[in-house]
């Protein structure tokens, strides 16, 4: 059974996940009109990811036979003035959505909830790993400011990305 306060809380973080995924397919398209498809698609893998995410969330409290409740999303941004600003902008997001799983921590530990405290541990490390990658994804791309080659050979490398959680379980 989750406390009240968990349960809601839990239900935020689905949306906040929801909402993530949201800005990233928003920045993707944008990439696209830019004709910049290979990093559309490494932004659409990461909002793959962050639908996975909200799944994680709403999985959980049905699992503890709690009620899922999902909320409006905020319609995004559609608009940047250079592609600094995006990746910029999916660092400070990061940093945002970090500052709200060790909020939901620090409530598991409140309640004494272990079961929820548990659960949670898989995002304190998914969100080490995700501001790592931003960090590195903002540094390429601020490199290649000044080099028209190497923003294509940027956007051939992102190209490539896949969703590699898509055929396992665990992820
Ligand atoms: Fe689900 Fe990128 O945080």
Same mark, same amino acid.
């Given at each position: 059974? &989750?406390?009240?306060?968990?349960?809601?809380? #839990? @239900?935020?973080? &689905? @949306?906040?996940?929801?909402?993530?995924?949201?800005?990233?397919?928003?920045?993707?398209?944008?990439?696209?009109? +830019?004709?910049?498809?290979?990093?559309?698609?490494?932004?659409?893998?990461?909002?793959?990811?962050?639908?996975?995410?909200?799944? +994680?969330?709403?999985?959980?409290?049905?699992?503890? $036979?709690?009620? *899922?409740?999902?909320?409006?999303?905020?319609?995004?941004?559609?608009?940047?003035?250079?592609? *600094?600003?995006?990746?910029?902008?999916?660092?400070?997001?990061?940093? &945002?959505?970090?500052? #709200?799983?060790?909020?939901?921590? $620090?409530?598991?530990?409140?309640?004494?909830?272990?079961?929820?405290?548990?659960?949670?541990?898989?995002? *304190?490390?998914?969100?080490?790993?995700?501001?790592?990658?931003?960090?590195? $994804?903002?540094?390429? *791309?601020?490199?290649?400011?000044?080099?028209?080659?190497?923003?294509? &050979?940027?956007?051939?490398?992102?190209?490539?990305?896949?969703? @590699?959680?898509? @055929?396992?379980?665990?992820?």
């Amino acid at each position: 059974m &989750l406390d009240e306060k968990m349960e809601q809380a #839990l @239900n935020d973080q &689905l @949306n906040a996940e929801m909402a993530s995924g949201y800005l990233y397919l928003s920045m993707a398209t944008y990439l696209e009109d +830019k004709e910049l498809p290979g990093f559309a698609n490494s932004l659409r893998v990461h909002a793959e990811e962050e639908l996975e995410h909200a799944m +994680k969330f709403y999985d959980y409290i049905l699992r503890k $036979d709690g009620s *899922v409740v999902l909320q409006a999303i905020d319609t995004p941004k559609r608009e940047w003035d250079t592609i *600094v600003d995006i990746y910029k902008e999916i660092l400070e997001h990061e940093e &945002l959505v970090t500052s #709200l799983i060790h909020e939901l921590v $620090d409530l598991s530990i409140e309640l004494k909830d272990h079961a929820t405290n548990q659960f949670l541990q898989w995002f *304190v490390e998914e969100q080490v790993e995700e501001e790592e990658l931003a960090h590195d $994804d903002l540094r390429k *791309v601020k490199m290649s400011i000044d080099s028209p080659q190497l923003l294509y &050979l940027l956007d051939e490398e992102y190209g490539q990305v896949t969703n @590699n959680s898509e @055929n396992t379980s665990e992820e």
